[in-house]
C-alpha cells in the first residue's frame, strides 16, 4: 500500500485558508465530562488571524465539555448539491479552544469582526453568556477530494 498523504503544496494550503475563509458554520468535537465524544454543529466565521472564530454561550453542553478540556476539533466544507458528498473538500483541525469575554480588552474589536461576518449575530452577542470561542490550532488533515489528502502545519494556515 502507498503513502496516501501527499507532500502540501501551495495548492493545499490555499484550498485550506479557503474553507476556513468561506466557512460560516462547522462541525465541532468535544470530549465531555464523562469522556465520551460529542459533535455540535458552531457558527464560524474567519478570526482576526485567519483561523477559525464562533460564538458560544456558557449554556451550551459543548462550552461546558471545552471549559473542562479545551482539547477539540472541528471540521470545515460542505459538499455542494451535486455528486458524492466525499469528493468535496473538507478541512479537520485540531487545537485548543479559548474564550474571548466580555469585559476582555479583545472583546470589542473582535465582536465588530464578528457582525461585519455574521450580523445575524447582532440578536444575542450582548448576552452575558456569550463568548468568542478562538480556536488555537496544532494540526489540520485536509482532504481536497478523491485521492487528495494533506497534513498541515498551523503555519500553512495563516494567510
Do not use: W
Not at 5 to 15: C, H, Q, V
Amino acid at each position: 500500500m502507498t503513502y496516501p498523504i501527499r507532500p502540501t503544496d501551495a495548492e493545499a494550503r490555499s484550498l485550506a485558508r479557503n474553507l476556513i475563509q468561506s466557512a460560516r458554520f462547522g462541525a465541532l468535537a468535544v470530549t465531555d465530562g464523562d469522556g465520551l465524544p460529542m459533535v455540535t454543529r458552531i457558527a464560524s466565521v474567519p478570526g482576526l488571524d485567519g483561523l477559525p472564530l464562533s460564538l458560544v454561550s456558557d449554556l451550551s453542553a459543548h462550552t461546558q465539555a471545552l471549559k473542562s478540556n479545551p482539547a477539540c476539533a472541528l471540521m470545515l466544507g460542505e459538499p455542494d448539491d451535486k455528486g458524492d458528498p466525499l469528493t468535496h473538500p473538507r478541512l479537520s483541525l485540531q487545537g485548543k479552544a479559548s474564550f474571548i469575554r466580555h469585559g476582555d480588552p479583545a472583546h470589542a474589536h473582535t465582536a465588530a469582526h464578528y457582525l461585519s461576518l455574521y450580523p445575524k449575530a447582532k440578536l444575542y452577542i450582548g448576552f452575558g453568556d456569550f463568548s468568542f470561542l478562538h480556536l488555537t490550532v496544532t494540526r489540520a488533515f485536509l482532504n481536497g477530494g478523491f485521492g487528495q489528502a494533506f497534513v498541515l502545519t498551523p503555519d500553512d494556515l495563516c494567510p
